[in-house]
């Protein structure tokens, strides 16, 4: 079992920035594939960010690219996600997602996801 927790969720302006961090316990080794998800009131959760094993492809949606970023510190067994230039329709939960196996190739899908966090709320006023 994983164990994963989120924090760093908050209300920000338009243009605003936060980061979001997910701490993973557990059995974290091997270490997987890892992603963000959020899920907006009335609609469905969604992948926008993944991140490989040892870090070193990303993957993001295209509502996210270029003002989102993931990283992760597999020492420390933290997943970031830094969010620049928000925009009220960022306003979501947001969840950390720990995949089945080390293979992303693209945003990850629920199928893919064996461990959830709780979700931290991000808000994003105009």
């Known amino acids: 079992q994983v164990q994963l927790e989120e924090s760093g969720g908050g209300a920000v302006a338009t243009g605003g920035s936060l980061r979001l961090s997910c701490a993973a316990s557990?059995?974290?080794?091997?270490?997987?594939?890892m992603g963000w998800f959020r899920q907006a009131p009335g609609k469905e959760r969604e992948g926008i960010a993944a991140i490989s094993e040892l870090g070193e492809a990303t993957y993001y949606a295209d509502s996210v690219k270029g003002r989102f970023t993931v990283s992760r510190d597999n020492g420390a067994n933290i997943l970031w996600l830094q969010m620049n230039d928000l925009k009220p329709e960022d306003t979501a939960i947001y969840y950390c997602?720990?995949?089945?196996?080390?293979?992303?190739?693209?945003?990850?899908?629920?199928?893919?996801?064996?461990?959830w966090g709780q979700g931290t709320q991000v808000t994003v006023s105009s």
């Open positions: 997602a720990r995949a089945w196996g080390n293979y992303c190739g693209g945003v990850l899908q629920h199928s893919a996801v064996r461990f």
């Open positions: 557990g059995a974290t080794h091997p270490q997987a594939c």
